[in-house]
């Protein structure tokens, strides 16, 4: 939430609690990627950059695929215009999130290699580029775990420094995850998106 709905709760806690009341009514009968993508196109008519971030980000965390974006974005060009599309398509490739990449949205999940085994050591974590996405790898013994290197909350690209321990720290707004687990156990509540793995002669794979 922005700093200045923030600033406007504490300064208007029952104004602004009805507004609130009033949002989660509004889309009560919708199932939910329905509403979140409803959400995304009023952050685009509206052109607010972090908001658009902020529910863009949330749709993906919540199942709606890059082509039902886009969709919904073509669909409603007949209010938003191509100049609005066209800004909302730029902070997409702005955000980098490999899912819109050229390389991941049109192709089936598969098998993707990530690295030779021999190359993390036990309880090692390493933050790795591979062909489509940056992920960070976490190993304990034979135990292997990949997560995309995105932030859940707003899709940032969380750098190697972000690392301390086994804890790694969004710099944007500083939600805190366990890279043991993929939680978050600060301040946000979604965790690191994690995906299945398996090592087969002595490389890692990971499947997305
Ligand atoms: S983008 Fe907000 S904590 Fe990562």
């Not at 052109?47 to 409603?76: K, N, S």
């Not at 990949?146 to 690392?163: E, G, K, R």
């Not at 939600?175 to 946000?188: L, M, V, Y």
Request: net charge neutral; with cysteine; aromatic share 10%.
């Amino acid at each position: 939430m922005s700093d200045a709905l923030n600033y406007l709760i504490q300064a208007r806690p029952e104004t602004m609690g009805h507004y609130f009341k009033f949002l989660k009514e509004t889309g009560k009968h919708l199932d939910p990627k329905t509403r979140n993508l409803i959400s995304v196109i009023t952050k685009v008519h509206s052109q607010t950059d972090r908001g658009f971030r902020q529910y863009l980000g949330r749709a993906l965390r919540e199942g709606c695929t890059p082509m039902e974006i886009i969709d919904a974005l073509v669909m409603a060009f007949p209010a938003l215009c191509l100049a609005k599309i066209v800004w909302s398509t730029e902070i997409i490739l702005d955000m980098g999130i490999p899912e819109f990449s050229p390389e991941l949205i049109n192709a089936q999940p598969q098998w993707r290699q990530v690295v030779a085994v021999a190359e993390v050591a036990d309880g090692e974590v390493k933050r790795m580029e591979t062909a489509t996405r940056t992920v960070f790898v976490y190993r304990e013994a034979e135990t292997y775990k990949v997560y995309d290197s995105h932030c859940p909350h707003q899709v940032t690209n969380i750098p190697h420094l972000a690392l301390e321990g086994k804890t790694l720290t969004c710099p944007k707004h500083h939600w805190k995850f366990d890279i043991t687990t993929g939680a978050c156990i600060e301040k946000g509540k979604h965790p690191l998106k994690g995906f299945d793995t398996k090592v087969e002669d002595g490389v890692l794979y990971a499947y997305w």
